[in-house]
T-cell receptor
Framework: ETGVTQSPTHLIKTRGQQVTLRCSSQSGHNTVSWYQQALGQGPQFIFQYYREEENGRGNFPPRFSGLQFPNYSSELNVNALELDDSALYLC?????????FGPGTRLTVT | DAKTTQPNSMESNEEEPVHLPCNHSTISGTDYIHWYRQLPSQGPEYVIHGLTSNVNNRMASLAIAEDRKSSTLILHRATLRDAAVYYCILRARTNNNDMRFGAGTRLTVKP
């Protein structure tokens, strides 16, 4: 158990819709990162937040956005969903090293 | 970011040692070598990390070449539970949590 939880477990959305995924980190972990993992591939870094501010971003468009809250929870928001957004979305929290990953949210876009 | 190269897949027999190689010829002096693994239907799990010296923990050992252009993750006695995808990742010391995963090595453990 990593102490990192994600909700929902699975989600089905239609192309063009918006989605919000949630993550609850361990207490004291000031940094949270989000990753997208397509089937059969390694996780791809989306962005990370440190003390409620974005401080790093991968090669993802602005329709991927996030929030981090003082209670160690965070959100990943994706607007204008596309079919290629279908993937497992992972959040990871840490005080530094190592990162602790949640089990992920499986998003299917139809 | 410096790139890592790993074999796509490896097989091992249960209770035998496993050596998982990783090449990182463009590693910089401040890059740490991290290993994570991902069991089926789970998020990645931290295994071990190091900078220059070999490292041991309860899960595995990390052997780092003298020139740091390659490293090897060693599982001393593979169990069925060790079947997973193993990722070798380079992280700069100044980097917080930006982890750039490759495709990893899929380890199969045979009973």
């Amino acid at each position: 158990e990593t102490g990192v939880t994600q909700s929902p477990t699975h989600l089905i959305k239609t192309r063009g819709q918006q989605v919000t995924l949630r993550c609850s980190s361990q207490s004291g972990h000031n940094t949270v990162s989000w990753y997208q993992q397509a089937l059969g591939q390694g996780p791809q870094f989306i962005f990370q937040y440190y003390r409620e501010e974005e401080n790093g971003r991968g090669n993802f468009p602005p329709r991927f956005s996030g929030l981090q809250f003082p209670n160690y929870s965070s959100e990943l928001n994706v607007n204008a969903l596309e079919l290629d957004d279908s993937a497992l979305y992972l959040c990871a929290s840490s005080p530094g090293t190592p990162q602790y990953f949640g089990p992920g949210t499986r998003l299917t876009v139809t | 970011d410096a790139k890592t190269t790993q074999p796509n897949s490896m097989e091992s027999n249960e209770e035998e040692p496993v050596h998982l190689p990783c090449n990182h010829s463009t590693i910089s002096g401040t890059d740490y070598i991290h290993w994570y693994r991902q069991l089926p239907s789970q998020g990645p799990e931290y295994v071990i990390h190091g900078l220059t010296s070999n490292v041991n923990n309860r899960m595995a050992s990390l052997a780092i070449a003298e020139d740091r252009k390659s490293s090897t993750l060693i599982l001393h006695r593979a169990t069925l539970r060790d079947a997973a995808v193993y990722y070798c990742i380079l992280r700069a010391r100044t980097n917080n949590n930006d982890m750039r995963f490759g495709a990893g090595t899929r380890l199969t453990v045979k009973p």
